[in-house]
């Protein structure tokens, strides 16, 4: 294979390429998200600088994603601190748990999503919209809310604005003596978002600490609610918010 044959490739394996170029759209993406307040002095300890504390809202999200190009069908499960950077509102994704190794590689390799790998479900089960996530074969956080119990609303412009907010993660890679070789904020702003529904409403959250899974080193306090959405949207490539190494 010849230099220019290997600098085309989207991926390892060259054989196989885990994952294809971007962008990567996705269809019909199902989101519970359960907001929860928790321990400010935690949110501090969770968030990198330069990032800042925006609260004591803490959120544990399932997504179920039935249709993703070049990624396939898998689900997943994370946690989001709401949080500014230079002033503008953001979300840390602070942790990530897929169940499939294609979104998994990219997730980390592309966007530095903090991923690994989990057993994350999104279901409706009778009335309740039902999310859970095993890690190592044990059960680490439940999420329950109930089922668009309000009525379809024609006004989704907090959800939209949710979903216009800038994603922002931890990228670090190291080089090959197992120094950094990218330690950076990265930036991830959807695109083509196209909003089929959402719905609030009661919602409950257990978390079950776990050394490999620490989800509930972020406590839960008191449970805000709960968010259905589901969604069509592009997952660009992202931007370098700040570099840890300039």
Same mark, same amino acid.
């Given at each position: 294979m010849k230099k220019s044959d290997v600098l085309k490739l989207p991926s390892m394996p060259l054989q196989s390429p885990t994952f294809p170029r971007g962008p990567y759209r996705f269809f019909r993406r199902q989101y519970l998200v359960v907001s929860y307040a928790t321990d400010p002095a935690a949110i501090r300890a969770a968030l990198p600088e330069p990032l800042e504390p925006a609260g004591d809202t803490v959120a544990v999200q399932w997504l179920d994603l039935p249709d993703g190009e070049g990624f396939g069908a898998y689900s997943a499960?994370?946690?989001?601190?709401?949080?500014?950077?230079?002033?503008?509102?953001?979300?840390? $994704? *602070?942790?990530?748990? /897929?169940?499939?190794?294609?979104? =998994?590689?990219?997730?980390?390799?592309?966007?530095?999503?903090?991923?690994?790998?989990? %057993?994350? $479900? +999104?279901?409706?089960?009778?009335?309740?919209?039902?999310?859970?996530?095993?890690?190592?074969?044990?059960?680490?956080?439940?999420?329950?809310?109930?089922?668009?119990?309000?009525?379809?609303?024609?006004? +989704? *412009? %907090?959800?939209?604005?949710? =979903?216009?907010?800038?994603?922002?993660? =931890? %990228? /670090?890679?190291?080089?090959?003596?197992?120094?950094?070789?990218?330690?950076? =904020?990265?930036?991830?702003?959807?695109?083509?978002? %196209? +909003?089929?529904?959402?719905?609030?409403?009661?919602?409950? +959250?257990?978390? $079950?600490? *776990? /050394?490999?899974?620490?989800?509930?080193?972020l406590p839960v306090g008191r449970v805000k609610g709960g968010l259905h959405m589901v969604t069509d949207m592009t997952l660009p490539y992202g931007r370098v918010l700040h570099d840890y190494l300039a």
């Open positions: 499960a994370a946690q989001v601190i709401p949080c500014t950077f230079q002033g503008k509102p953001c979300n840390f $994704v *602070s942790q990530m748990y /897929v169940d499939a190794t294609p979104p =998994l590689a990219g997730g980390r390799e592309i966007w530095g999503y903090p991923m690994k790998y989990g %057993k994350a $479900v +999104l279901a409706v089960a009778g009335d309740t919209l039902t999310g859970t996530l095993d890690y190592a074969t044990q059960r680490t956080a439940t999420g329950t809310m109930v089922y668009k119990h309000d009525a379809f609303r024609a006004d +989704l *412009s %907090k959800e939209r604005e949710l =979903l216009a907010r800038t994603q922002v993660t =931890l %990228k /670090v890679i190291p080089d090959i003596d197992g120094k950094p070789a990218i330690a950076q =904020l990265v930036g991830i702003d959807f695109a083509d978002v %196209k +909003l089929h529904g959402a719905w609030t409403g009661e919602a409950r +959250l257990e978390l $079950v600490p *776990s /050394v490999n899974c620490p989800l509930a080193d």
